[in-house]
């Protein structure tokens, strides 16, 4: 009986500590874009805050809580004969002037438009960084197998000049040049293999995955891709989310402007009361007043406040309608001529460089060559296939980059 204790204690410290990974499929960025945008905890944090602000023109435009209560009055008199008792009961409700509560519900549909549009920037952050991190994944696997296609070479390279060696036609330093750059591109590919450790670590964070899960990702640059606008105008950096933000923020400003002047109004308290007499007849009243309000430096501060604040808003709206054009502009333009330059890789660079190193390793083999002009071929190619895949990294990136600063990817 105490093993059978003793087995099921064991049972409950095992399984009941331990936590069961699982594995997650992803054959695309927009995949991994709908599944960060389920869990990733930053999106659902922003998530719940606009449905708390979804609550505010209700609270902000209703009436406040109307009191009720009761009184007891004891009236004694010199003279017993007058002794008797009363209690009071009393409804009021207050009532601001017209127009303020509806000034008040406007403020909150400002909060909300702040919120739908803060929510949409995260939307396109998370989405911008699951982006780069799995676009990095990307460069990660072409680099690592540029790298292993020219340690090939690199190999192939080191038997060469090892026959010619051998037969007296080269140098050992040569062939030992060769094994030394042999030696730093598997160094490379250790760097490499850790950095996909991190990227993929990275890419669970920002999916809101548990670290335990595994990933099985089918790595691929999207096939149709294009940039939200193609120009930049006045009404292009309009539609921008940072620029809505700020245009936003000053909304509300104005709108608090408002709600600060009605400081100045009066507001209004409507009472009804029954009076239970004791040895009397019971009375009915009611009452109406008005505050008046006070016309001092505190009322004046706050409007004055508020002022300023609109005023400082509607300056941060021209400062970033001006950031954010410089910045589209910028990378508009790095973006086209990344692009130029991926084609002109393609189309020539690359071409005329395994042309050389083709022609460079037939030369030296008839001893045409030198051994640095072959090397210095392979040296280069690779260099420039690793230029090529970081380029059409760039490009994908800027994509991305771009299209976060829109609510809508629509080219303009």
């Known amino acids: 009986m105490n093993k059978q204790i003793i087995w099921s204690w064991l049972v409950v410290l095992i399984f009941g500590t331990v936590s069961f990974a699982s594995e997650l499929s992803i054959s695309s960025v927009e995949d991994a874009i709908q599944i960060g945008l389920q869990s990733n905890p930053e999106f659902q944090a922003q998530l719940n805050m606009l449905r708390s602000k979804e609550m505010l023109p209700k609270k902000l435009g209703s009436l406040s809580d109307p009191n009720i209560g009761v009184r007891l009055n004891g009236t004694p008199a010199k003279n017993s004969d007058y002794l008797f008792d009363q209690k009071r009961y009393f409804v009021n409700q207050s009532f601001p002037y017209l127009g303020e509560l509806g000034r008040k519900k406007r403020l909150g549909e400002k ?15 998370v989405s911008l960084m699951i982006q780069k991190v799995y676009f990095g994944l990307i460069l990660n696997q072409e680099l690592t197998e540029i790298t292993k296609k020219n340690n090939q070479i690199l190999e192939n390279i080191i038997n060469i000049a090892d026959i010619k060696y051998q037969s007296g036609k080269t140098l050992q330093a040569n062939v030992l040049k060769a094994k030394v750059s042999k030696g730093k591109l598997e160094e490379q590919l250790l760097q490499l293999s850790h950095q996909k450790v991190q990227s993929t670590e990275e890419l669970k964070k920002w999916l809101g995955i548990s670290v335990n899960d595994s990933l099985n990702l089918t790595l691929q640059y999207p096939e149709k891709e294009a940039a939200a606008i193609t120009t930049i105008n006045q009404e292009v950096v309009a539609e921008t989310l940072m620029v809505q933000k700020a245009q936003a923020m000053k909304d509300k400003a104005d ?111 008839v001893d045409k060559a030198s051994f640095l002009d072959y090397f210095e071929s392979e040296k280069t190619l690779y260099a420039l296939e690793m230029q090529h895949a970081k380029l059409v990294n760039k490009k994908h990136v800027l994509h991305a980059q771009i299209n976060a600063f829109f609510a809508k990817g629509e080219e303009k």
Not at 111 to 125: G, M, N, Q, V
Not at 263 to 271: K, T
């Open 111 to 125: 909060e909300i438009d702040l919120a739908k549009i803060d929510l949409e920037l995260t939307r396109k952050h």
């Open 255 to 365: 709108q608090m402007v408002s709600v600060e002047k009605d400081r100045y109004l009066p507001n209004f308290m409507a009472q009804v009361e029954y009076w239970d007499n004791a040895g009397m007849d019971n009375q009915y009243g009611g009452q109406i007043s008005m505050s008046i309000p006070w016309f001092n430096g505190k009322n004046d501060a706050s409007v004055k406040a508020a002022e300023a604040l609109s005023s400082s808003k509607d300056q941060l709206r021209k400062n970033s309608i001006n950031a954010i054009s410089q910045r589209l502009t910028t990378m508009l333009s790095d973006l086209k001529t990344t692009q130029a330059k991926i084609q002109l890789y393609e189309t020539d660079i690359l071409k005329n460089a395994e042309l050389s190193l083709s022609s460079f390793q037939k030369a030296f083999e």
